[in-house]
């Protein structure tokens, strides 16, 4: 049995593009988060970072505490 290709392609491709700069938590904005024990923490960003493997950080000032830095992916925004 011979297989032929097929005249078109199996999948369409385009082009796609990142635009890394967006940021979905801007300076200023109220966020919370779960800590290790299991409450709820409360704060506002301060600053965003990006590390080398391309993980956005965020410091937030945390309501009544000092400031944590924390992976993007774990924070949630209050909505207000």
Not at 52 to 67: F, N, P, S
């Amino acid at each position: 049995m011979k297989l032929t290709r097929p005249r078109q392609p199996l999948l369409q491709t385009c082009a796609v593009s990142t635009v890394l700069a967006m940021n979905a938590f801007p300076n200023g904005t109220r966020v919370f988060y779960w800590a290790s024990g299991g409450e709820i923490k409360y704060g506002t960003v301060q600053a965003t970072n990006r590390m080398a493997d391309g993980t956005q950080i965020v410091v937030v000032k945390v309501d009544g505490e000092g400031h944590a830095q924390l992976p993007v992916s774990s924070l949630v925004k209050v909505n207000q």
